[in-house]
């Protein structure tokens, strides 16, 4: 059992002070389970979509949120890594006295930050072969004020070969079922599809 604690302050131009607290529990030798409570006070953070207005209206904004992790060694080879978040972004006033209120962002989630998210990663390693199998579930974001993206779950696959003492060779598969969670003009782009990725490292 043991118990954990972080406190910064910032005195740059947009001032921040954040914690965290987190209680860490040894269930055996071979699994663990860890939780995390986190708040940041942040004010002179600037919201971008107000710059139509001429000059963008500086924010104060709180988040806070929990997060949960599993870890467990199966067996030498084999780990499996769960992790459970939530999380609360919002603008909570202006720092200025302007009055921007025609531009009603104060009280909504931040953009594109999900209320919460679920991943669950099995894990395979061996001195010839390191693999991983990973889910993500992603919760609604805020888009603009109360409208929402749908959630989604993406599965990933990474794969790491040493073909010698100095080489290994990498390769992935990325949206693995072709997941399709964002549109062009949700935020920009649109999700990437099915990406295969192949490399190379090297070490000396």
Partial sequence: LGVRGNWQQSFTAERNVSYDLGLDI????????????????TI??????GTFLGIPPVYAK????????????????WRIIAS????DSRLIGLESGDDFSSFDVLGYQLFNVPNYQTSLRLQY???????AL???FVGERSLFGSSQLPSYNRWDLTTRVPI???????????????TIYERYGDLGNSTPGTTFSLGLEASF
């Fill in 26 to 41: 040894i269930l055996s030798p071979t699994a663990l389970v860890q939780a995390t409570y986190y708040r940041s006070d």
């Fill in 125 to 131: 390693d061996i001195p010839s072969l390191n693999a």
């Fill in 164 to 178: 010698s003492k100095a080489f290994t060779l990498t390769g992935s598969i990325f949206n693995i079922f072709n």
């Fill in 84 to 87: 459970q978040t939530f999380a």
């Fill in 134 to 136: 990973s889910t993500y």
């Fill in 44 to 49: 002179g953070f600037p919201n971008i979509g």
């Fill in 62 to 77: 709180l988040s806070t949120g929990w997060e949960f992790l599993f870890n467990w060694s199966i067996d030498p080879q």
